[in-house]
């Protein structure tokens, strides 16, 4: 077309988002395959410690 705008800004944006998405997807496999192994990984997360006590008060 005689605009021709810029297309590189666009397709840089597309190319970032998909790469942190397949980040995101190998980062939810390894949880997986480590779920699947036995192992915590959230162990060491304070959030998920405190909720664990908050479960642990309303059954007792």
């Known amino acids: 077309t005689a605009w021709r705008p810029y297309l ?3 397709k840089v944006i ?3 988002g998909i790469i942190l998405m ?3 997807a190998f980062s939810e496999m ?3 395959i ?3 192994r036995g192992i915590d ?3 060491g997360d304070p959030a998920h410690r405190h909720h664990e006590e908050d ?3 309303e059954t007792a």
């Open 55 to 57: 479960i642990y008060e």
């Open 34 to 36: 480590a779920s699947l």
């Open 14 to 16: 597309a190319l970032v």
């Open 41 to 43: 990984l959230r162990s």
């Open 8 to 10: 590189w800004p666009v």
């Open 30 to 32: 390894f949880k997986d």
């Open 22 to 24: 397949l980040l995101q």
